[in-house]
């Protein structure tokens, strides 16, 4: 039977590539996961995802909870068959969005009880239930349902929060039911302060998890801070287990996250922006509503072997989103998380290569000299 298991292969100062291994196959680090938060990536087919090169989807917990129901998901075989997607899925543990979405929210140390965003209905959240509606799905890889700290927060609050979560997080390790090639990973909180975040390493690492990742970031403490958390905490964090950093993010904090030791990441950034109009190039980003692009005849970017790069050009793109076509959002989602898978394969490469120095330096260039005006006709 497959073992869960994390193979350290490169490593280049603090950047590591690496190998994860599940049930349900294994995937390549530093990864981009695709978001599929409702067992389905918006706008794309699945085959499409994985022709990308995305190797792991993301589904969430409370989204599936509330509609159609783990238990009819279980009951149709579990994720994997039910969205079309054989190779690993792991799943968000809910409690960021019943923060985020649900409506009369309370929360106690028992858990959290909240009404659907959908029809008002009442539910109620623990981390035994997170972790069964999670077996339900049949994850790869369960999160523990943690407490998202808001920000900002003082240390107090922080303090408090994270304390539950570790609490929390000792009974997600309970009520999990291991099995061969399926994994548990803890999360790591504590808001921006270097010694909560420390001390919550601790706690993660005496209950023992499959996995770390690090929770409470992306929510408005802008990229600096970001960083300076991610260099306080990541060496707290085990050195032989993958590390993830949760809702994250944009190209450059991807750069600036591998850089300080992380392995794994999802955000709904690159779909989100391919449904509005904006385009992730080697030079920045695009806005493809822009008028600029209206006589265009280039591919969005021309270092992009995406079918939208291909096949279609600016001016087409450009039509398609002022026409409101939804071919528009299907073509320029697909061409980002080709973007994004690229730039993931780029940092292997380079570390592999013991040049992510070099990398960095010249993603930086690129990225700050912009995107070029439109050829004349």
């Known amino acids: 039977m497959t073992e869960f298991r994390f193979d ?15 049930a349900h196959g294994s995937f390549e680090t530093p990864c981009f996961i695709a978001t599929a938060t409702a067992a389905t990536v918006k706008a794309m087919h699945p085959d499409s995802v994985r022709a990308t090169g995305a190797e792991l989807a993301i589904c969430n917990t409370y989204h599936l909870m509330l509609r159609p129901t783990s238990e009819r998901v279980a009951a149709l075989g579990g994720l994997h068959k ?35 965003h959908l029809d008002g209905s009442k539910h109620e959240l623990t981390p035994e239930r997170s972790m069964e509606i999670q ?8 999160m523990c349902f943690d407490e998202c700290t808001p920000h900002p927060a003082t240390h107090a609050q922080a303090a408090s929060s994270m304390r539950m979560s570790m609490r929390w997080a000792e009974r997600c390790k309970k009520a999990f039911k ?44 802008g990229q600096e801070a970001m960083f300076k958390v991610l260099d306080s905490v990541v060496p707290h964090l085990p050195g032989d287990k993958p590390r993830y950093l949760m809702g994250v993010g944009k190209p450059d904090d991807l750069v600036g996250a591998v850089a300080r030791g992380i392995d794994m990441f999802d955000c709904v950034i690159p779909t989100r922006s391919g449904r509005t109009g904006q385009a992730f190039t080697r030079r920045g980003t695009v806005n493809m509503r822009n008028a600029r692009h209206m006589n ?14 291909s096949n279609h050009s600016r001016a087409y793109i450009h039509h398609l989103f002022r026409a409101e076509e939804i ?17 993931m394969r780029g940092m292997r490469k380079a570390i592999e290569e013991k040049t992510f120095t070099d990398f960095t330096r010249d993603f930086a260039d690129r990225q700050a000299a912009g995107d070029v005006a439109e050829v004349k006709s």
């Not at 339900?136 to 369960?142: C, H, R």
């Not at 504590?190 to 209950?207: C, M, Q, T, W």
């Not at 265009?296 to 790069?309: G, L």
């Not at 073509?331 to 730039?343: F, M, S, V």
């Open 8 to 22: 350290l292969l490169a490593t280049d100062q603090t950047a590591r590539r690496g190998r994860v291994t599940t």
């Open 296 to 309: 265009d005849p280039r591919p969005i970017d021309e270092s992009c072997a995406c079918p939208t790069c």
């Open 327 to 343: 071919l528009g959002p299907m073509l320029l989602t697909w061409h980002n998380l080709h973007y994004y898978q690229d730039l």
């Open 82 to 116: 039910f969205m079309n997607w054989p190779g690993p899925i792991i799943t968000d543990s809910g409690g960021y969005q019943v923060m985020s979405l649900s409506e009369l929210r309370k929360i106690n140390e028992n858990g959290v009880t909240f009404r659907s």
């Open 135 to 142: 077996h339900n799905l049949d994850s790869n890889i369960t």
């Open 178 to 221: 291991p099995r061969p090639g399926y994994a548990l990973f803890g999360i790591n909180q504590g808001s921006i302060y270097p010694d909560l975040r420390a001390e919550s390493a601790d706690a993660l690492k005496k209950i023992g998890f499959d996995g770390y990742a690090v929770g409470g970031l992306a929510v408005g403490e």
